[in-house]
């Protein structure tokens, strides 16, 4: 596996109750991405970073957010957790030359009770 | 988890059998192709891409396979083993993007 860890790796909250993930990277690659994956679904990227402090939405951003101060640590908050957003969660990351290609971490299973 | 393989296609072959898991990809815009490996409890892992001025690439016992007159795609697993067993997902990419759009997946079985 590339460098890539998460954490924590399942976590069980209750609604309304703010959550952090974190994930860390070895790699020190520019580009990386939170994607949520759920049954009947593909995964569906809901931020990304293109660089220290540098993120953009995408598909599925609402209800979250992100923050990268440094190369290797992008945190995905979810300010108040809804049962909608029980999921798995995966980091990825890629390089700047090959950005297409995407590594992804182990997942964190977050149920939301 | 496990999850991830309900309400998926899933195609069951034989231990030593060939496989070939299909993939309709939606924009003719697309120029970059990935198929990535998603075994039970863990992340995608990066398989095999292709570019869209090519039609055939091979790696380790895998080939993919890209149709773009009608946007289709294919992975061929030759010598399919149970460690195979996984579900498996293409990804498209348009020139100038870089952030893909994956498909939903095939789950393979392979039975020993």
């Known amino acids: 596996d590339a460098g890539i860890t998460q954490s924590p790796r399942h976590k069980v909250t209750e609604t309304g109750t703010p959550v952090t993930l974190r994930c860390h990277q070895t790699e020190n690659h520019r580009y990386m991405y939170w994607y949520r994956q759920d049954p009947g679904h593909g995964l569906r990227l809901i931020h990304y970073?293109?660089?220290?402090?540098?993120?953009d939405k995408g598909e599925v951003s609402d209800g979250y957010s992100v923050s990268r101060s440094k190369t290797e640590d992008f945190l995905l908050t979810l300010e108040s957790a809804t049962s909608s957003q029980t999921s798995v969660y995966f980091c990825?990351?890629?390089?700047?030359?090959?950005?297409?290609?995407?590594?992804f971490g182990p997942g964190t299973r977050l149920t939301v009770t | 988890g496990e999850s991830v393989g309900l309400h998926l296609p899933t195609l069951s072959v034989q231990e030593g059998d060939n496989s070939i898991i299909n993939c309709a990809y939606s924009n003719s815009a697309s120029d970059y192709f990935i198929w990535y490996k998603q075994e039970s409890g863990k992340g995608p892992q990066f398989i095999i891409d292709?570019?869209?001025?090519?039609d055939k690439r091979q790696g380790q016992r895998v080939t993919v396979l890209l149709n773009k007159t009608v946007k289709h795609l294919s992975l061929q697993i030759a010598a399919t083993q149970p460690g195979d067993s996984a579900v498996y997902f293409c990804a498209e990419n348009i020139g100038g993007s870089y952030i893909p759009t994956f498909g939903r997946g095939t789950s393979l079985i392979v039975h020993p």
């Open positions: 292709i570019r869209s001025n090519m």
């Open positions: 990825a990351i890629s390089e700047s030359d090959r950005r297409y290609e995407q590594y």
């Open positions: 970073s293109y660089g220290v402090k540098d993120t």
